[in-house]
C-alpha cells in the first residue's frame, strides 16, 4: 500500500507552501486522509483531516493557516500551508484511514492506517 507525498521544501516565515499525496493505483478505497508531522525531538501530531465526506479537522496551531482538501477520483489529498512560521518545520507525513487495496495476487485487503514516505518542510525566521 503506498501514498506518493511531494511538495515541501524551505520557505520564509510568512510564506505559503503546497503538499500533495496521492494514493496508489491498487489502493481502489479510502476514507479519511490527511497529514500528520514530526518536529526534530518531538512526537508525531496530527495536523489536519478530511474524509470522503469532506469533513475537515485542523489542529489548533494551523487553524485558518492551512487548509486540507482532497480529490476523490484522484485519491488524492492536498494541504495548502500559509503563514508559515519557523514552528511549522518538520517533515510531513501523509496518511489514509480504512483503506482497501489489491495486493499482487489482486485480492482485496483492508488496512487500517497506511502511511506516505513524509517530505520536509522548513519555515526558516
Known amino acids: 500500500v503506498q501514498l506518493q507525498a511531494s511538495g515541501g521544501g524551505l520557505v520564509q516565515a510568512g510564506g505559503s507552501l503546497g503538499l500533495s499525496c496521492a494514493a496508489s493505483?491498487?489502493?481502489?478505497?479510502?476514507?479519511?486522509m490527511g497529514w500528520y508531522r514530526q518536529a526534530p525531538g518531538k512526537e508525531r501530531e496530527l495536523v489536519a483531516t478530511i474524509n470522503s465526506g469532506g469533513s475537515a479537522k485542523y489542529a489548533d496551531s494551523v487553524k485558518g493557516r492551512f487548509a486540507i482538501s482532497r480529490d476523490n477520483d484522484k485519491k488524492t489529498v492536498y494541504l495548502q500551508m500559509n503563514s508559515l512560521k519557523p514552528e511549522d518545520t518538520a517533515v510531513y507525513y501523509c496518511?489514509?484511514?480504512?483503506?482497501?487495496?489489491?495486493?499482487?495476487?489482486?485480492?482485496?485487503?483492508?488496512?487500517?492506517?497506511?502511511w506516505g514516505q513524509g517530505t520536509q518542510v522548513t519555515v526558516s525566521s
Open positions: 496518511n489514509a484511514e480504512d483503506v482497501m487495496f489489491y495486493n499482487d495476487d489482486y485480492a482485496p485487503v483492508a488496512a487500517r492506517y497506511a
Open positions: 493505483r491498487s489502493i481502489f478505497r479510502v476514507d479519511t
